[in-house]
C-alpha cells in the first residue's frame, strides 16, 4: 500500500476509535443536557448524544444575549429541530455583570458562569444529571478562561475527552452527514473588543452589523475587532487582496464608517483566532 494510502487508512481508524470512545462515554450518562452554541463542536456533540440516546434522552439548552450573533440563533435552533432534539434559548444577564463589562482578561470565566448557573438550574428541575459542552481537545491548548467555570460545575466535555480535535471534529461531522460541518467558527461578540475596554451595548452593535456587512460581500471567515475609534478587520489571507481591493475597501470604508468608527483598517496577518490574546502575557493567561 503506498504511503499516502496508508496514511488515510490509519487516520480513518483512529477517528473511529475517538468516536467508538465517545459513544461509550455517552451512553454512560444514560441522559444528558447540552451546552449548546449550535457551532461545529457542539452540533456533532448534540447528534451523537441524540443518535445514541434517543432525542427524548437529550436537552439542548442556548444561550442569548447581546454578546452572540443573532444568525447564531437560528443556526442552533434549525440544526436541533432536525435531530428532534428539545430546545430551550436561554436569556443570559452577563451584559448587566460589572465583572464582565470591566473586561478583564478572564471576562470569559464570568459570562460562562452566569450561563452554567441558570443553565443547571433547567437541568436539575428536568431530571438531567449530566451536563456537556462541545469543548474539544485542541481548545486544551488555547486560553479560555471559561473552562474554570466548567470545571467548577461539573461540566464534562465528552469530545475533548475522547481525543477530538477540531479537524477531526469537522471531518466527523461531514461523516455524519451533519450539516453545516465546515462553518466557520463564531464565538461571541465580546471576543472583539480587546481586555480593559468596558463592553457596552453600542460596541456589540457595530462589531455585529460590520461582520454582517462584510460577509455580504463574500468574506467567509471575518473579524472586526473594536479598537475605539478604529475598526481592524481580519479576514483569511487569501482573501485579504479582495479585501483592500480599492473599490471593495472603499465600500467598506464607507459603510464602517457610518457605524461610527473613525478609521478602518487590515490587518496584514489575516485572521487568527484568539488574536486578542496575544497582548497577554505567560503570567496573565497562568492567573
Known amino acids: 500500500m503506498e504511503i499516502k494510502k496508508l ?14 470512545s465517545l459513544v461509550k462515554a455517552i451512553q454512560a450518562m444514560g441522559r444528558v443536557c447540552v451546552a449548546y452554541s449550535g457551532g461545529v463542536d457542539s452540533a456533532l456533540l448534540l447528534k451523537v448524544c441524540a443518535d445514541t440516546l434517543g432525542s427524548e434522552q ?43 463589562i470591566r473586561n478583564s482578561p478572564d471576562r ?22 449530566c451536563v456537556c ?27 475533548a475527552d475522547a481525543g477530538l480535535g477540531k479537524d477531526e471534529v469537522r471531518a466527523l461531522s461531514r461523516e455524519l452527514g451533519l450539516a453545516g460541518w465546515d462553518r466557520p467558527a463564531s464565538p461571541c461578540l465580546a471576543s472583539r473588543i480587546p481586555y480593559g475596554s468596558p463592553i457596552t451595548h453600542e460596541k456589540l452593535r457595530a462589531v455585529a452589523q460590520a461582520e454582517d456587512f462584510l460577509r455580504t460581500l463574500g468574506f467567509g471567515i471575518v473579524r472586526v475587532r473594536h479598537h475605539g475609534n478604529l475598526a481592524r478587520i481580519e479576514v483569511s489571507k487569501e482573501d485579504i487582496p479582495r479585501l483592500i481591493d480599492e473599490s471593495t475597501a472603499a465600500a467598506i470604508v464607507r459603510h464602517l464608517k457610518g457605524l461610527g468608527f473613525t478609521w478602518v483598517c487590515a490587518d496584514l496577518e489575516g485572521y487568527r483566532t484568539g488574536s486578542l490574546n496575544e497582548a497577554l502575557s505567560a503570567e496573565q493567561k497562568r492567573r
Do not use: W
Open 58 to 100: 437529550v436537552l439542548a439548552i442556548t444561550a442569548i444575549s447581546a454578546s452572540y450573533p443573532e444568525a447564531d440563533k437560528a443556526t442552533a435552533a434549525a440544526i436541533a429541530c432536525r435531530l428532534g432534539v428539545p430546545h430551550i434559548l436561554l436569556e443570559t444577564e452577563e451584559t448587566s455583570d460589572a465583572e464582565f
Open 108 to 129: 470569559c470565566y464570568h459570562c460562562k458562569r452566569h450561563f452554567l448557573m441558570k443553565l443547571l438550574d433547567i437541568a436539575r428541575a428536568r431530571g438531567f444529571a
Open 133 to 159: 459542552d462541545g469543548s474539544n481537545a485542541d481548545d486544551e491548548l488555547d486560553y479560555r478562561p471559561g473552562k474554570r467555570a466548567s470545571a467548577e460545575f461539573g461540566v464534562l466535555s465528552p469530545l
Open 7 to 20: 496514511v488515510t487508512v490509519i487516520m480513518e481508524n483512529k477517528l473511529q476509535d475517538k468516536y467508538a
